[in-house]
């Protein structure tokens, strides 16, 4: 029968390093008393015109047939969704989009158009919803989407 141990718990570093951690807490009163005027309790209006408002939020464009018809959405570490891919041994060069939301045909053949690629170079997995492009040509994407303001 095997015998239970007990398990220590792991020590704070501060044993190990004999710190003495400042007391900061007890130099500071328990409360403070806190003076505010009338006027800087009341909330402050919104912006009324288009110019007051934060330079971060943006119109929509009056043109929606200038936008194309699909998007590329980005990776939650802010980076375009564009990889290099090996196939056969490492023989086979790709490169892979993906995140592609709307009209995938329209952007296969806008890079087609901006790449100089043929027919063969670039297709749609339709499985994963991805283009596949052959050779390694994610610097030119990576450019072409953030010229088009991805």
Same mark, same amino acid.
């Given at each position: 029968?095997?015998? !239970? /141990?007990?398990?220590?718990?792991? %020590? %704070?570093?501060?044993?190990?390093?004999? $710190?003495?951690?400042?007391?900061?807490?007890?130099?500071?009163?328990?409360?403070?008393?806190?003076?505010?005027?009338?006027?800087?309790?009341?909330?402050?209006?919104?912006?009324?015109?288009?110019?007051?408002?934060?330079?971060?939020?943006? /119109?929509?464009?009056?043109?929606? %047939?200038?936008?194309?018809?699909?998007?590329?959405?980005?990776?939650?570490? $802010?980076?375009?969704?564009?990889? !290099?891919?090996? #196939?056969?041994?490492?023989?086979?060069?790709?490169?892979?989009? #993906?995140?592609?939301?709307? +009209?995938?045909?329209?952007?296969?053949?806008?890079?087609?158009?901006?790449?100089?690629?043929?027919?063969?170079?670039?297709? =749609?997995?339709?499985?994963?919803?991805? =283009?596949?492009?052959?050779?390694?040509? #994610? +610097?030119?994407?990576?450019?072409?989407?953030? #010229? !088009?303001?991805?």
């Amino acid at each position: 029968m095997l015998r !239970q /141990t007990l398990l220590r718990r792991a %020590a %704070a570093p501060s044993r190990f390093l004999n $710190l003495q951690t400042p007391s900061v807490l007890s130099s500071l009163p328990l409360c403070r008393r806190i003076t505010t005027s009338s006027d800087s309790s009341r909330p402050t209006p919104p912006p009324s015109s288009p110019a007051d408002l934060p330079a971060f939020t943006s /119109t929509p464009d009056s043109n929606p %047939a200038a936008r194309p018809p699909y998007l590329v959405s980005r990776t939650p570490s $802010l980076f375009l969704p564009v990889y !290099q891919d090996t #196939k056969r041994g490492g023989n086979k060069k790709l490169t892979v989009l #993906k995140k592609i939301e709307g +009209d995938a045909r329209a952007l296969k053949e806008a890079l087609k158009a901006e790449l100089k690629l043929e027919d063969g170079q670039i297709k =749609i997995n339709h499985v994963t919803g991805h =283009i596949e492009i052959v050779g390694f040509r #994610k +610097d030119e994407v990576v450019s072409y989407l953030t #010229k !088009q303001g991805f």
